[in-house]
């Protein structure tokens, strides 16, 4: 896609942090904007921002991705947002909480990007993005379910870009290292580290609206965190060691 102006873009986790700040750009690009998330109020005020219609749905729910596609009806650019995390050691970890983060994280995208492609490839114009994290590439001590989620994700993304190649849909995955939101309060454990400092969830926004106008297949938030993930596929033996020792 080369133009946002006049298309559709479905943003899931549209009412708060990197998924509000995704619509509130895609918006000044001239795009119409369908937002969902679960909480009624935040959602209409970024429909106020944005002039974009919302729906309140509960992805954790088994038939909420049937309901906010059948919502949506012809999207040019689905952009999978919403997600949730957990920190702790695994053996302490609830399994609904597990379950909550597989179905939110995972299901919920997959069967998003199931139901939308169909439409997207007949009318050969269109644009998948799936909002995964450094966790995913790098693997986290006491963040393993949720650093599995975001793998599956990239792994997913990449599979679907080979089927859809040539047919005018392209596929993006966007990893943030660590942003600025409230993921870490509503997760319960504060984010630990003083480094990487968080980036603000607007410039999440515009590397995710960039890889759409530029077709990009990944683009890290920041930047430089290109180098870790590129550093863990070629020598992953040295930085889990480095992981191991600076975290
Ligand atoms: N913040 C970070 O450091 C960071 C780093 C890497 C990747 N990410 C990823 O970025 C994405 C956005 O997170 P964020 O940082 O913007 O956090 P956030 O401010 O907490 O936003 C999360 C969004 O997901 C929605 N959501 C959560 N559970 C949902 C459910 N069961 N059903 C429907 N919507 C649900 C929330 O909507 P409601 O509250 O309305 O339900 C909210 O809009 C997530 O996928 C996260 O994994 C974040």
New binding site residues.
């Given amino acids: 896609m080369t133009s946002l102006a006049g298309s559709t873009a479905l943003v899931?986790?549209?009412?708060?942090?990197?998924?509000?700040?995704t619509a509130t750009l895609l918006a000044r690009r001239g795009t119409r904007v369908l937002l969902?998330?679960?909480?009624e109020a935040?959602?209409r005020r970024v429909a106020d921002a944005t002039g974009g219609n919302h729906l309140?749905?509960?992805?954790?729910?088994d038939d909420?991705a049937a309901r906010v596609a059948g919502w949506a009806g012809a999207v040019d650019v689905l952009v999978c947002?919403?997600?949730?995390?957990w920190a702790g050691p695994l053996v302490d970890m609830p399994t609904a909480d597990l379950d909550?983060l597989v179905?939110?994280?995972v299901l919920?995208p997959l069967r998003l990007a199931r139901a939308v492609l169909p439409g997207m490839v007949a009318r050969r114009r269109g644009h998948l993005v799936l909002?995964?994290?450094?966790?995913g590439c790098m693997g986290v001590g006491e963040e393993a379910v949720?650093a599995a989620t975001?793998a599956a994700l990239r792994t997913f993304a990449d599979s679907v870009r080979y089927e859809v190649a040539g047919s005018g849909v392209g596929v993006s995955v966007v990893?943030?290292?660590?942003?600025?939101?409230?993921?870490?309060?509503?997760r319960g454990t504060p984010?630990p580290r003083r480094r990487p400092r968080?980036v603000p969830?607007e410039e999440?926004a515009r590397a995710l609206v960039d890889a759409v106008e530029r077709d990009r297949a990944e683009v890290f938030v920041p930047r430089w965190l290109r180098l870790p993930a590129r550093l863990h596929g070629a020598v992953p033996g040295l930085v889990r060691t480095l992981q191991r020792h600076f975290g």
């Fill in positions: 899931t986790g549209a009412s708060s942090g990197i998924g509000a700040a969902t998330g679960r909480d935040a959602l309140a749905a509960d992805l954790g729910d909420a947002n919403a997600g949730v995390g909550r179905t939110v994280n919920a909002v995964s994290s450094i966790a949720y975001k990893v943030p290292g660590v942003v600025d939101t409230a993921f870490f309060d509503r984010y968080p969830p999440v």
